[in-house]
T-cell receptor, first 115, second 114 residues
Framework: DTGVSQDPRHKITKRGQNVTFRCDPISEHNRLYWYRQTLGQGPEFLTYFQNEAQLEKSRLLSDRFSAERPKGSFSTLEIQRTEQGDSAMYLC?????????????FGDGTRLSIL | AQSVTQPDIHITVSEGASLELRCNYSYGATPYLFWYVQSPGQGLQLLLKYFSGDTLVQGIKGFEAEFKRSQSSFNLRKPSVHWSDAAEYFCAVSITGGGNKLTFGTGTQLKVEL
């Protein structure tokens, strides 16, 4: 169990640029989640996958955001045409897919700063 | 929709003192309840969870939490705080049929005075 890995840890970019983050879940976990956390707030759910299928997307996930999990292993989260309001910590988590009470294991996050 | 309230934004305790962090939830049935801890610049670590059964649950690092259905609460406690416990603490819920996604409170920042 190597834990959930996220890359990069920090990303600084100019407004209007596209960014992509990667998440590698715990290998036997078939559910993968993305959350966004802004300063002084708890994480907010963005989207989740069961294997390669994206099963739910939050209203927070505008059409500039897209997430993929092509082979049911790692996932990517892309933000197009970044805006100042996108500055946040993006957290990835994974869990086993049996039921709705499985503990989620979190990565250390990607901190995005928009200049 | 379910929601979670953590009424205390900041709490300061002296090292060795007892600690109680409050968490209230709003949901029509009993949700699945979790406490996570987050150190600066890090992800979240699970402290403990409640699904059913015994309403007093034990977690890691000497923490425990008690589920009180009548009060819709799931407060986190520790009898003697250590300086290394300084961090931010989040209460979270998930619900049946919700895909296991978590709804978090706004967190409580714990400061420990030596």
């Amino acid at each position: 169990d190597t834990g959930v890995s996220q890359d990069p840890r920090h990303k600084i970019t100019k407004r209007g640029q596209n960014v992509t983050f990667r998440c590698d879940p715990i290998s036997e976990h078939n559910r993968l989640y993305w959350y966004r956390q802004t300063l002084g707030q708890g994480p907010e759910f963005l989207t989740y996958f069961q294997n390669e299928a994206q099963l739910e997307k939050s209203r927070l996930l505008s059409d500039r955001f897209s997430a993929e999990r092509p082979k049911g292993s790692f996932s990517t989260l892309e933000i197009q045409r970044t805006e100042q309001g996108d500055s946040a910590m993006y957290l990835c988590a994974s869990s086993l897919g049996q039921g709705d009470n499985q503990p989620q294991h979190f990565g250390d996050g990607t901190r995005l700063s928009i200049l | 929709a379910q929601s979670v309230t953590q009424p205390d934004i900041h709490i300061t305790v002296s090292e060795g003192a007892s600690l109680e962090l409050r968490c209230n939830y709003s949901y029509g049935a009993t949700p699945y309840l979790f406490w996570y801890v987050q150190s600066p610049g890090q992800g979240l670590q699970l402290l403990l969870k409640y699904f059913s059964g015994d309403t007093l649950v034990q977690g890691i690092k000497g923490f425990e939490a008690e589920f009180k259905r009548s009060q819709s609460s799931f407060n986190l406690r520790k009898p003697s705080v250590h300086w290394s416990d300084a961090a931010e603490y989040f209460c979270a819920v998930s619900i049946t049929g919700g895909g296991n996604k978590l709804t978090f409170g706004t967190g409580t920042q714990l400061k420990v005075e030596l």
